[in-house]
């Protein structure tokens, strides 16, 4: 596929999608059974030009991301995986990169793809993962091989930024290095580390996602997620200012298998829901509304593995965390 020419090229051929499976490695796989396709591994192929499906180096990722002061991911359980996964993509250690705790039964048992799982025993978190934070406050991960791979379990994340930044004390480099954080949903999002007036401040990244735990209604969802967004003062300074991206991630699909039990999640409530509320973004009037982005990833999702029928595995969790770092890159490129 060609190279997308913007960033407009770039999610349109996201949202337009779709999955591939290989069935003749899998004489168990049923292209006529969503039930059984689902169950079977697969590959998600852009549709008008190429979109990578890995993401960059970890030293290029704090890069991207350090082109601005804030990277915020607002959203419920499906951001807290893509959050997981993008401090995981820092590490360079994906067996259990996104395992937010040091603690070593957690790192054994929810390995892999047992990093996605919603388990209990799984979805334990170290204070880090539950604050906004440089990413030199993020501990690395020790690789096993006895010399703290992933940049050492202790020395940080991003330590790249430290000599690109001039910085000799590692305490300043904290408060120059991007902050990233925000998903504990039903908390809402606060704009008070946000300083767009600062002439150092480099802006502020925001991807939204809502929708699950708001019935799938859109109009809900916008009243009471998306407007006080829009709405908010430090929002309109920092529209005024051009110092904020916002992008509106899309409900994704669940297994068929839950369509009867979660009917208002089905695909097709689910695209109703997508279409309606970029409708209702778009045509709010708030400033820089029609500058808001949409990661569309229903096409994503569909009958992609998941751990419980909702929250997907590795596979797609690296095409988001790719396709949300290649926009940075767009975006702080120009």
């Known amino acids: 596929l060609p190279q997308c020419q913007n960033v407009t090229e770039f999610l349109q051929s996201i949202k337009l999608g779709t999955r591939k499976w290989e069935y003749e490695h899998d004489k168990n796989c049923s292209h006529s059974n969503p039930l059984e396709r689902e169950r079977c591994p697969s590959r998600f192929v852009p549709a008008t030009c190429h979109v990578p499906f890995i993401p960059p180096s970890p030293e290029r990722t704090c890069e991207i991301m350090n082109h ?24 360079g250690q994906w067996v259990n990169g ?9 790192k054994a048992s929810c390995s892999c793809d047992g990093q996605y799982s919603e388990n209990r025993a799984c979805r334990k978190f170290d204070p880090y993962f539950l604050s906004t934070t440089s990413p030199l406050s993020i501990p690395g991960v020790d690789d096993g091989d006895g010399n703290g791979g992933g940049g050492g379990k202790d020395s940080g994340l991003c330590s790249n930024l430290v000599t690109s930044l001039n910085k000799t004390d590692t305490t300043d480099s904290h408060v120059h290095t991007f902050k990233q954080g925000k998903d504990s949903w039903p908390a809402p999002f606060s704009w008070d580390q946000i300083n767009c007036t600062d002439p150092d401040y480099r802006g502020v990244f925001l991807m939204v996602q809502a929708g699950l735990h708001y019935g799938t209604d859109a109009d809900r969802t916008f009243k009471e997620v998306v407007e006080p967004i829009l709405r908010h003062p430090t929002y309109e300074t920092c529209v005024e200012l051009d110092k904020v991206k916002i992008v509106f991630a899309s409900m994704t699909a669940q297994s068929r298998s839950m369509d009867q039990r979660y009917s208002h999640q089905s695909r097709e409530n689910s695209n109703l829901f997508n279409e309606k509320i970029q409708d209702m973004i778009q ?42 770092l290649y926009l940075l890159e767009m975006l702080s490129t120009g």
């Open 98 to 106: 996104a395992v937010m705790t040091a603690d070593p039964g957690t």
């Open 68 to 91: 601005f002061s804030h990277v915020i991911i607002d959203g419920d359980s499906l951001s807290r995986h893509l959050r997981q996964t993008l401090i995981m993509v820092m590490r």
């Open 283 to 324: 045509s709010s009037g708030a400033p820089g509304s029609g500058d808001v982005m949409f990661l569309n990833w229903l096409n994503l999702t569909a009958d992609a593995q998941t751990s419980d029928g909702l929250h997907s595995l590795m596979d797609v969790n690296l095409s988001k965390v790719s396709h949300l």
